[in-house]
């Protein structure tokens, strides 16, 4: 039985929404059930460690730091690292410079797994890089993320947008959705639901504000909507608009939305600006169906994305 370490501890919690501690929990489960051990120890015998972050933080779980795993690999030279990329810079309000310990993780391991193409291309060609990589995007829980039939969709006319971010982050979108707060005051045939924490710096009057949420509750939420919007700027994978196709919305995303583009463009449609946002927005509801019926389910769920790290672990440890 081969044993996989996993640099992030998992905060088993039904309150955790984390992105990273879901792909780890999900991870372990399918793993296991491939019959691999799964620790979060640097113990004897570990055949593959998986850092998640390079950083060594005990408030966000990570016990180790990547100094911690080479100094194993010293001593271990057997053990193979692979390297999960889910961060850059220009995703910040306020650069938090990151870039450089994430590169430098980058040049001391196996092989590199970047959460979009849109990402490995951003680090390949900003820094040069020559290494072993590819590219896996996230999936979400299908069992809780999924379709309602028979949803009546457009009551009364009116065209339900949606989004959700836990981050209140300028850049998660809100050039874009302080522009519709004020649109909505003579616009009476769009309404706009925003899940999560609000950016600080402005007040919305318009917008439906609801309170952060997870699991079957956010699901239920999306599922009421007609349109997903995400305009999150710089996004390495997101969860949120896998999530809102999952749960059979068509998505609006930014142009600049980082690896949005990757998961979104069958079943929704890239726009500029506010302007552009509106006229693609009545693209979508004059061809809703068309849309609808290119969501590929099987490709958004984490099985398929388990699968693929499967693939790419067995290969590295033959």
């Given at each position: 039985m081969k044993k996989i370490f996993i640099s992030l501890k998992p905060n088993r919690s039904t309150n955790s929404n984390g992105g990273g501690n879901f792909f780890v929990l999900n991870f372990e489960k399918f793993f296991k059930s491939n019959n691999f051990k799964i620790t979060y120890e640097l113990e004897d015998n570990i055949d593959l460690i998986l850092v998640i972050d390079p950083r060594k933080n005990k408030n966000f779980n990570k016990d180790y730091s990547f100094e911690d795993i080479l100094?194993?690999?010293?001593?271990?030279?057997?053990?193979?690292?692979?390297?999960?990329?889910?961060?850059?810079?220009?995703?910040?309000?306020?650069?938090?410079?990151i870039e450089e310990l994430l590169v430098d993780t980058m040049k001391k391991v196996d092989h590199v797994v970047f959460v979009s193409e849109w990402l490995k291309n951003y680090y390949i060609e900003k820094y040069k890089l020559n290494i072993k990589c590819n590219s896996i995007i996230n999936g979400c829980d299908n069992n809780i993320f999924y379709s309602k039939k028979n949803k009546q969709k457009f009551i009364n006319?009116?065209?339900?947008?949606?989004?959700?971010?836990?981050?209140?982050?300028?850049?998660?979108?809100?050039?874009?959705?302080?522009?519709?707060?004020?649109?909505?005051?003579?616009?009476?045939?769009?309404?706009?639901?925003?899940?999560g924490n609000y950016h600080p710096d402005y007040k919305p009057?318009?917008?439906?504000?609801?309170?952060?949420?997870?699991?079957?509750?956010?699901?239920?939420?999306?599922r009421d909507h007609d349109i997903y919007l995400t305009a999150t700027q710089y996004e390495p994978g997101a969860m949120h608009y896998v999530e809102g196709l999952?749960?059979?919305l068509p998505v609006l995303y930014c142009k600049n939305g980082g690896g949005a583009h990757e998961v979104c463009k069958k079943s929704g449609e890239e726009y500029n600006d506010l302007n552009s946002m509106i006229n693609k927005m009545e693209l979508i509801k004059k061809n809703y169906n068309n849309y609808i019926?290119?969501?590929?389910?099987?490709?958004?769920?984490?099985?398929r994305c388990c699968e693929e790290y499967l693939k790419l672990i067995s290969k590295i440890l033959k």
């Open positions: 100094n194993y690999k010293k001593k271990n030279s057997n053990v193979k690292i692979i390297y999960r990329v889910n961060e850059n810079d220009i995703k910040r309000e306020k650069s938090i410079h006319n009116k065209i339900k947008l949606i989004t959700h971010h836990h981050s209140n982050n300028y850049l998660k979108g809100f050039h874009i959705y302080n522009q519709i707060d004020k649109l909505l005051n003579n616009n009476k045939n769009i309404e706009f639901t925003f899940v009057k318009n917008i439906k504000l609801l309170p952060s949420c997870h699991g079957s509750n956010l699901a239920d939420l999306i999952s749960c059979g019926n290119l969501i590929d389910y099987e490709y958004l769920g984490h099985k």
